[in-house]
């Protein structure tokens, strides 16, 4: 066996791009540590914005489909895991709906609106 490295005993492994790949991945990681803090940063203060947070970010992936091609079936598997946010967008989903099991499972205030009673 052959190394490309004569003077090394083992493969040289590790990013293909070399010090530009590792300038570019930060560049990345850093651009993306503003969404994440605001993602994180969001508050649930209402059930009426838990219930739009909920309909707005799906459950689970919209991209994954079983496609028939004839008698052959092409499977898309879901795509949303590569989103570098996938983690942030999740958790908020996961924060409204615990907040509208929460408030669910409360009981309710008596209205201000009842019939008075007689004197």
């Not at 490295?5 to 651009?31: E, M, T």
């Not at 989103?83 to 958790?91: C, D």
């Not at 409204?96 to 099991?101: G, I, N, T």
């Not at 929460?102 to 205030?109: K, L, N, R, T």
Request: proline content about 13%; aromatic content about 10%; overall charge positive.
């Amino acid at each position: 066996m052959t190394y490309p490295y004569p003077s090394l005993p083992f493969p040289r492994v590790g990013n293909p791009l070399g010090w530009l790949g590792l300038v570019l991945n930060s560049i990345f990681r850093s651009a993306l540590k503003w969404p994440r803090r605001w993602l994180n940063s969001i508050e649930i203060r209402g059930s009426r914005q838990a219930r739009w947070i909920c309909r707005l970010i799906p459950a689970s992936c919209p991209f994954e489909r079983d496609i028939r091609l004839g008698s052959r079936t092409v499977h898309i598997p879901a795509l949303c895991r590569i989103n570098p946010l996938y983690e942030e967008i999740i958790a908020l989903r996961l924060r409204a709906a615990a907040y509208l099991a929460e408030a669910a499972a409360q009981p309710q205030p008596p209205s201000s609106q009842e019939i008075p009673s007689c004197p």
